[in-house]
């Protein structure tokens, strides 16, 4: 089945820096890749997702990019905010036909000291 | 903003008897997941129903867990017995397609004594 490893699994940036996360996955039928962020107690929220299809997207300071050839992808905030402190899951999808689960990478807990 | 819901939001109990969680997914999804997290890691899926049919129960240990949705709309996930190990955060999310995004439910938080 699918593997996904994220790191690094603890990250501390100052305000306004940058952060980038990253994952690799194990099967290259892998087609839809979200990341979550998760905050102490709270439900996992989507935040921007990528299919196969498509290099990079962006969402205001939040971008995903996507190196299929390498099985890897990365989640990209910029100018970061104490609000963005949160655990963050990247997660990979075979497919999108009824049966084809989400994996999960490990997290990585995101500290933005102001 | 239509949200999936999930009751309790807190269980304690001892091991060897039994616990229930009800999730109701946003309206309209037909595809409904139950996932478990343990503290620290990602979120494992346990089963997924399309409408009120299974279609993925491989990682649900079925000696003690079973899963339902009757009606295709809401679900109940079954521990008996529970275990010192089954102690997680019980996550349902729902998806209106399998193939489009899931947005999960607040959790349960099991605490078995």
């Known amino acids: 089945g699918e593997n996904v490893e994220q790191h690094p699994s603890t990250l501390s940036v100052q305000e306004g820096d940058s952060a980038v996360i990253k994952c690799t996955y194990s099967d290259s039928a892998s087609n839809y890749f979200p990341w979550y962020k998760q905050e102490l107690g709270k439900r996992p929220q989507l935040i921007i997702d990528?299919?196969?299809?498509?290099g990079e997207k962006k969402d205001q300071r939040i971008a995903v990019t996507l190196n299929k050839t390498a099985k890897h992808f990365s989640l990209h905030i910029t100018e970061t905010q104490p609000e963005d402190s949160a655990v963050y899951f990247c997660a990979a999808r075979i497919g999108h036909n009824a049966g084809n689960m989400l994996t999960f990478g490990g997290g990585t807990r995101l500290m933005v000291k102001p | 903003e239509a949200e999936v819901a999930q009751s309790p939001r807190y269980k304690i109990t001892e091991k060897s008897q039994a616990v229930a969680f009800w999730c109701d997914p946003i309206s309209g999804h037909a595809t409904l997941y139950w996932y478990r997290q343990i503290l620290g890691q990602g979120p494992e899926l346990l089963v997924q129903?399309?409408?009120?049919?299974?279609?993925?129960d491989s990682q649900l240990p079925k000696d003690r867990f079973s899963a339902e949705r009757l009606k295709g709309v809401d679900s109940t996930l079954k521990i008996q017995p529970a275990e010192l190990g089954d102690s997680a955060m019980y996550l349902c999310a729902s998806s209106g397609t399998p193939g489009s995004a899931q947005y999960f439910g607040p959790g349960t938080r099991l605490t078995v004594l």
């Open positions: 990528i299919r196969s299809n498509v």
């Open positions: 129903f399309q409408d009120e049919s299974v279609v993925d």
